[in-house]
């Protein structure tokens, strides 16, 4: 099965504060995804990457940045918390071109910005 | 925006009902899939249904898909209590670099009642 681990199931962070969330995946999955989600807006992308070091912007990418070093790890990083950004943390991958294969989910990071 | 719109945003039954969700999308879509999400916990897919298919089964569950209408629905047939979650459509937009990524509609929150 495959596993995506998000390194954090809470998280309490200051405004201002730089803060990076951690997903990893176990099985060689090219593409990787953020998301948020808030009640009343549902899912939201953030950010994706394809491959390594490649990253393309989703529909809010903006307070955001992310980071594909390695295959298996894809970081969101908040550059300058701010309370607006408080919500649930989606990170999930799929293989190959993936528009036939499902999207594996990791259980949360959800995200308190004080 | 979001390319999936589920409807209804609630729905409460009985334990041993059936539960009927629709989901409408705007524009033309490769395949269109099914997610299911417990409460305060990441996604897990469902059903994915090709744009060439019509209807889908998987054990209690029926999906149908109508490209004409631009809709789908996802049927869950004898109801149990477990079944209580979120269930949520997600269609494939087209990106830059011929890349695709999946757009999520707010949602259906489901109870069953035991």
């Known amino acids: 099965d495959v596993k995506v681990t998000q390194s954090s199931r809470y998280l309490v962070k200051r405004t201002g504060e730089k803060v990076f969330l951690e997903c990893v995946q176990d099985?060689?999955?090219?593409?990787m995804f953020w998301y948020r989600q808030d009640p009343g807006l549902g899912l939201r992308l953030i950010y994706f990457?394809?491959?390594?070091?490649?990253?393309e912007k989703g529909d809010i990418p903006e307070g955001y940045s992310v980071s594909r070093e390695k295959k298996e790890r894809f970081s969101l990083i908040l550059e300058s918390a701010s309370t607006n950004q408080t919500s649930m943390y989606l990170c999930?991958?799929?293989?190959?071109?993936?528009?036939?294969?499902?999207?594996?989910f990791g259980n949360g990071t959800r995200l308190t910005v004080t | 925006s979001q390319q999936g719109e589920e409807d209804p945003q609630a729905l409460s039954i009985q334990e041993g009902e059936n539960a009927t969700m629709n989901c409408s999308y705007k524009t033309s879509i490769n395949n269109l899939q099914w997610y299911r999400q417990n409460s305060g916990r990441g996604l897990v897919h469902l059903i994915l249904?090709?744009?060439n298919e019509r209807e889908k089964h998987s054990g209690r569950l029926r999906v149908t898909l109508d490209t004409s209408k631009k809709s789908s629905s996802l049927l869950i047939t004898a109801s149990r209590a477990a079944d209580t979650a979120s269930y949520f459509c997600?269609?494939?937009?087209w990106g830059s670099g011929n890349t695709g990524k999946l757009i999520f509609g707010q949602g259906t929150t489901l109870q069953v009642k035991p």
């Open positions: 999930a991958s799929t293989p190959g071109q993936g528009y036939n294969s499902p999207l594996h």
């Open positions: 249904i090709r744009s």
């Open positions: 099985m060689d999955h090219e593409n």
């Open positions: 990457s394809y491959d390594v070091k490649m990253k």
């Open positions: 997600a269609t494939l937009r």
